[in-house]
């Protein structure tokens, strides 16, 4: 218990029923409980209902009274400051306490930084309803998967990256987690299988969303292979040709990008707001291609590098996978592999991408990256690893 420390925020906070009248601004609840990491400067924010913050960035806060700042993934570009109201995550905060049980004395935690939109979620979320939050932030991940078991941790947000950590960790068992939330990036299948292991009593329930957007879809454990799941209650979805540019309306969504990031991957149009991701609906269901920004054409064939990664990643000896685009000069673009994992596998892999994708899509070389190069998120470093591998 010496990874824990404890700090009570009872005391004379504010609350009220929770259930009955939500707050349009982010507050502590009366029985909320931050245990873990202290978190100094979000229980300052919150003791002052609708005061504006930011997580992460630098500059002059552009907020006002009940909108707070924080920060976009940056997996393909910058990290860029974004502005939203309370109100759009507490509309979010009173689905979740009614449709998965998050409330006060449920366990809940978060094991990234607070300048990472899905820990800050969870976070102020565990907090506005009066659950008791388990910062784990800063923990190797043996110590995060030791201390949710020591504490009994029951509600889990996390991406596929380090729920990957806690798994290669190893460890006890996690009986009392009965629900992980998987939002960030797509959960591969051998993934989810492993965090089956690790906690078997767990639901795991991924969804999709950006920090631009929050929630978009929320899928079932029944919910078709490949697909992010059906609309989040509250959310429209158009995906604007076949499969085409996915549209959202909601009441989840942001309010625009501040600090000087005026320009970002999202676009408006009537209410309705895409960040240029690709996918298709299908029997109420979406399923996603990738973003466009990453899009190449190969050969004349449009490719996106997300679905050769999540083939990748079903491989064996396969445990990250990243697919670039390099100049070529009979076809414009080839793709290339950069892997973690088992080069002894690397025949074998290849075989395998050309069987399922063709000569073509199939990108021609696998480099291996031990040292996977990431960003504060967790996601992979795209940038990184394209200056990495060169032209």
Same mark, same amino acid.
């Given at each position: ?41 979000? %229980? ?27 920060? +976009? =993934? ?6 860029? #400051?974004? *502005? ?19 409330? /006060? ?13 899905? @820990? ?7 907090? #506005? ?11 190797? /991940? ?10 009994? %941790? ?58 631009? +957007? ?7 454990? =029944?919910?078709?292979?490949? =697909?992010?799941?059906?609309?989040? /209650? ?5 995906? *604007? ?7 959202? =309306? ?10 000087? !990031? ?7 149009? !009537?209410?309705?707001?895409? %960040?240029?991701?690709?996918? *298709?609906?299908?029997?109420? #269901? ?47 673009? #080839?793709?290339?592999? %950069? ?14 991408? *050309? ?24 996601? +992979?470093?795209?940038?990184?690893? @394209? ?5």
């Amino acid at each position: 218990m010496n990874a824990l420390r404890y700090l009570d925020m009872g005391a004379g906070a504010s609350g009220g029923d929770i259930f009955g009248q939500m707050k349009a601004v982010f507050q502590v609840a009366a029985r909320a409980r931050c245990l873990g990491r202290p978190l100094p400067g979000l %229980v300052a924010a919150l003791s002052k209902p609708g005061q504006p913050f930011r997580t992460g960035g630098a500059g002059a806060l552009e907020a006002g009274f009940g909108e707070f700042e924080t920060l +976009t =993934s940056g997996s393909s570009a910058q990290p860029r #400051h974004i *502005r939203r109201t309370m109100e759009s995550w507490i509309a979010s905060f009173v689905v979740n306490a009614q449709m998965l049980g998050i409330g /006060p004395g449920r366990r809940v935690a978060v094991l990234g930084a607070l300048e990472q939109s899905l @820990a800050l979620y969870g976070a102020v979320e565990a907090l #506005h309803l009066g659950a008791d939050l388990y910062a784990l932030m800063g923990l190797r /991940p043996d110590r995060q998967r030791a201390a949710m078991g020591q504490v009994g %941790v029951e509600v889990l947000y996390a991406s596929p990256a380090q729920l990957r950590l806690l798994v290669e960790a190893g460890g006890t068992e996690l009986p009392g987690l009965a629900l992980v939330l998987v939002g960030g990036s797509k959960l591969d299948d051998g993934l989810r299988a492993a965090v089956g292991l690790m906690a078997p009593g767990a639901e795991i329930r991924e969804f999709y969303g950006a920090a631009e +957007t929050s929630f978009v879809t929320l899928a079932h454990p =029944s919910d078709p292979a490949g =697909s992010v799941g059906g609309p989040y /209650p509250g959310v429209q979805i158009e995906c *604007r040709g076949d499969p085409g540019e996915v549209w959202v =309306s909601s009441p989840y969504l942001f309010g625009g990008y501040a600090g000087g !990031d005026g320009t970002g991957a999202a676009r408006w149009q !009537d209410g309705w707001l895409s %960040v240029g991701e690709i996918g *298709r609906m299908e029997g109420g #269901h979406l399923y996603l291609s990738g973003r466009a920004g990453r899009m190449v054409t190969v050969a004349d064939q449009n490719v996106f590098p997300e679905q050769i990664e999540a083939l990748l990643m079903s491989m064996a000896g396969v445990r990250q996978a990243a697919v670039l685009p390099r100049a070529d000069p009979l076809r414009s673009v #080839h793709l290339v592999a %950069v892997l973690q994992g088992d080069p002894a596998q690397e025949e074998a892999i290849l075989a395998g991408l *050309r069987g399922q994708l063709g000569p073509l899509k199939a990108p021609k070389k696998l480099i291996w990256q031990q040292d996977w190069l990431v960003l504060a998120s967790g996601k +992979t470093d795209l940038a990184a690893l @394209a200056r990495l591998v060169g032209p």
